[in-house]
C-alpha cells in the first residue's frame, strides 16, 4: 500500500508562484508513473502534469511554459512547481502514483490563485 501526502498549497494572487509537493511513504524509484491532477469545482478531474520513471513529461495544455513536474528519489517526494499562476488554476490538486497497475491518490491540496 503506498500512501500520498501533498502539501503546499494555498491562497495567492495572480502572477505569482507556488511549489507542490508529494511525499510518499515508500520508494518511488520503481514506480511507472507520477503526476498531479486538479479538480475545480462543478468539472472533471483533469491532468495537469505526469513524469514517467524514464522521465518523460506529459503536461495539460493550459499549464505548458508554467507548471514544471520534478521528482527527487533520494527524498521519495514529487514536485509541481507552478509560476504566472491564473485565476483559472484554482481547484484542489491531487498527486497520482501508477505502481504496476495499482493507482493511488493523495487527499489533495487546495489552491486558490485571487485576481
Known amino acids: 500500500q503506498v500512501q500520498l501526502v501533498e502539501s503546499g498549497g494555498g491562497l495567492v494572487q495572480a502572477g505569482g508562484s507556488l511549489r507542490l509537493s508529494c511525499a510518499a511513504s515508500t520508494t518511488i524509484f520503481s514506480f511507472n508513473r507520477m503526476g498531479w491532477y486538479r479538480q475545480a469545482p462543478g468539472k472533471q478531474r483533469e491532468l495537469v502534469a505526469e513524469?514517467?520513471?524514464?522521465?518523460?513529461?506529459n503536461y495539460g495544455d493550459s499549464v505548458k511554459g508554467r507548471f514544471t513536474i520534478s521528482r527527487d528519489n533520494a527524498k521519495n517526494t514529487m514536485y509541481l512547481q507552478m509560476n504566472s499562476l491564473k485565476p483559472e488554476d484554482t481547484a484542489v490538486y491531487y498527486c497520482?502514483?501508477?505502481?504496476?497497475?495499482?493507482?493511488?491518490w493523495g487527499q489533495g491540496t487546495q489552491v486558490t490563485v485571487s485576481s
Open positions: 497520482n502514483a501508477l505502481v504496476l497497475t495499482h493507482n493511488y
Open positions: 513524469r514517467s520513471s524514464l522521465g518523460i513529461t
